[in-house]
Every structure is written in C-alpha cells, then in structure tokens.
C-alpha cells in the first residue's frame, strides 16, 4: 500500500516547455488535489477533483489544466511553463468525507528557467 | 485578508517548554479544522483533527473557537523531535475545498 505517489520527483524546464507531474493513490480515495508550496505563501489549491470524473479550480489555477483519468490518478499539466511556476507541488486524496484528513504525496520539485 | 493566517514565527523553544500557536479563519461556515506537521522538504502529515470540545493527543491539545473564529496548538513539555512547520488548514463549506495556514515554524533547542 503506497498511499500516494508523484512523478517526477524533481523536473527542471526551461520557459515555454510543457510537462505532465502524475499522481496516483491507492487508497480508493473519491477525491484528490493538486498544490502548489512557496516559501511564506503555504500550500495553495490549484485544482482539485471531488469525484471520478468533476474537476474544479482552485485558488490559482492559471496556467495549469488537470485530468482525472481514473479513480486512482489526477494529472497537472503545465501547457506552456513560466519561471512564476518554480514551485513545490503537492497532491493529495481524501476519502471524501468533511472530517477525513488528505493524504499528501511526497511532492514534485519543479524548477522553471 | 487571506482566508486562514497563522503566525509565521519562528518560535524558538528550550526543550520542556510549553508552546502555543494560534490561526485564524475568516468564512463562519468552515466545516472542519486540522493541524498539520511539515518537516523540512516533507509533505504535511496530520497532525489532529480539532473538534469543538477540544481534543488532546499526549502532549498535544488542540482548540477551536467558533465564535472567534480561531483554531489553537499547544505543545506541553516540547522535545527537539517537536521542530517542524504547524499548518492549519480549514475545510470550507461544500466539504471538499482545503485551505491551509502558510505554517508557523518551531525550532526546540537543546
């Protein structure tokens, strides 16, 4: 039982490239989230996928889009990357009740030059 | 106003001391409450839930506080082990949106 993973690990693009950071659990969690982490700024929700199939914007979702390709995986996809992306991001999964905690992944380092 | 705040501290603490680190939340229908432990290139670990009446897990006690809108930690008897950043987070209204605190960090010196 992994709980939740995240690939990559650490990416470093240069301005303008496109990638996809992958997050799967296997928790048969019903909701799942994406975060981005930056020093004084805490964790903010970019996305986030109440159930299989919904997904919604968070607090900043400019410049990312999201699939929920199953129950087990949520995508993040930066389309076109700006060095205002070099950030920690986070996903995370909830069983899907309001007093459950989420289950964070062990996070992808994203550098953006 | 950022939706839920926290004081960015640090605090350092001795080893044995009591401390106490307060955040605040601006939408009167969050649902439920929670403090988190982040340690350094880590992700956030729950730490507890916090419930109205208040709830204690060993050294630790957590508080909410409807009326003022605040949720609280305290940590009796700190041990160097305690030194990591506290996140609150805030369940909104709706049930599945998060908001987090951007951390207090604790540092307990020897």
């Known amino acids: 039982n992994a709980g939740v993973t995240q690939t990559p690990k650490f990416q470093v693009l240069k301005t303008g490239q496109s990638m996809t950071l992958q997050c799967a659990q296997d928790?048969?969690?019903?909701?799942m989230y994406w975060y981005r982490q930056d020093p004084g700024m805490g964790l903010r929700l970019i996305y986030y996928?109440?159930?299989?199939?919904?997904?919604d914007k968070g607090e900043v979702p400019n410049g990312y889009n999201v699939s929920r390709l199953n129950k087990r995986e949520f995508s993040l996809r930066l389309e076109s990357a700006a060095p205002s992306q070099t950030s920690v991001y986070f996903c995370?999964?909830?069983?899907?009740?309001?007093?459950?905690?989420?289950?964070f992944g062990p996070g992808t380092r994203l550098l953006v030059l | 106003r950022k939706e839920v705040e926290q004081d960015p501290g640090p605090f350092n603490v001795p080893e044995g001391a009591t401390v106490a680190f307060n955040c605040t939340y601006s939408?009167?229908?969050?649902?439920?409450f929670f403090w988190y432990r982040q340690d350094c290139r880590k992700e956030p670990k729950l730490l507890m839930s916090?419930?109205?009446s208040g709830n204690e897990d060993g050294r630790f006690t957590a508080q909410l506080n409807r009326a003022s809108q605040y949720i609280s930690l305290l940590i009796r008897d700190s041990k160097l082990s305690d030194s990591a950043t506290y996140l609150c987070?805030?369940?909104?209204?709706?049930?599945?949106?998060?908001?987090f605190g951007a951390g207090t960090r604790l540092f307990v010196k020897a």
């Open positions: 995370a999964s909830l069983r899907g009740t309001v007093k459950e905690t989420q289950y």
């Open positions: 916090v419930y109205s």
């Open positions: 928790m048969n969690h019903n909701s």
């Open positions: 987070a805030v369940v909104l209204s709706g049930g599945f949106k998060t908001i």
């Open positions: 939408n009167s229908a969050s649902q439920s």
């Open positions: 996928s109440a159930s299989e199939g919904t997904t």
